[in-house]
């Protein structure tokens, strides 16, 4: 199985501020990798595919980047509805597989 | 507009058969390219990867449960299935079903909660 590191496990920042959260597999999966949002007591949300492509309807200061087995997510002017849990998702090979999850909160 | 629903029995004992339904509506399963994906976390912890139905009937399932697992479709009435045998309080989670583009889950259920208590 593909191991999907998720790094910080939680992150505290200020309204405005820049963003990032690192995802590393544990091979190479050839951009082949999403990131959710998941509020509490909702269904995790797509915000980018294929590493980089914005899902339609997601804001612009979401963006995605990286390649082979190291990835991020950028998340750019920090609002207070962004303060949620973020998943990253392999889906290169089965079994798919997740990160274990970046709590992000406001400070 | 793209929507999936979960449902599933609330409660169920050890040792006992989970069947779950998604039904769906806003696609077709015998869609070129369309698949259905099934989710679960439990309370408070990560997302795991269950198993894949595509619209040519290919599967995918994940290997950490054991042969435990059957996915189905009914494409006419747009519904897919997952089967879970011999559960245990492990299977104890949210259940969700998810639009499955290429890989990546772009519309998601509201989940179903799966409770596994003697």
């Known amino acids: 199985d593909i191991r999907m590191t998720q790094s910080p496990a939680s992150l505290s920042a200020s309204l405005g501020e820049t963003v990032n959260i690192e995802c590393l597999a544990s091979e190479d999966i050839y951009s082949d990798l999403a990131w959710y949002q998941q509020k509490p007591g909702k269904s995790p949300q797509l915000l980018i595919y294929?590493?980089?492509s914005l899902q339609n309807g997601v804001p612009s200061r979401f963006s995605g980047s990286g390649s082979g087995t190291q990835y991020s997510l950028k998340i750019n002017s920090l609002q207070s509805e962004d303060v949620a849990t973020y998943f990253c998702?392999?889906?290169?090979?089965?079994?798919?597989?997740f990160g274990a999850g970046t709590k992000l909160e406001l400070k | 507009q793209v929507t999936l629903k979960e449902s599933g029995p609330g409660i169920l004992q050890p040792s006992q058969t989970l069947s779950l339904t998604c039904s769906f509506s806003g696609f077709s399963l015998s869609t070129s390219g369309i698949c259905v994906s099934w989710i679960r976390q439990p309370s408070g912890k990560g997302l795991e990867w269950l198993a894949t139905?595509?619209?040519?009937?290919?599967?995918g399932y994940n290997p950490s449960l054991k042969n435990r697992l059957t996915i189905s479709k009914d494409t006419s009435n747009n519904q897919a299935f997952l089967k879970i045998t011999s559960v245990d309080t492990a299977d104890t989670a949210i259940y969700y079903c998810a639009l499955d583009y290429g890989g990546w889950f772009a519309y998601w259920g509201q989940g179903t909660l799966v409770t596994v208590s003697s």
């Open positions: 139905i595509c619209w040519e009937d290919s599967k």
């Open positions: 998702q392999q889906y290169n090979n089965y079994p798919y597989t």
């Open positions: 294929n590493a980089n």
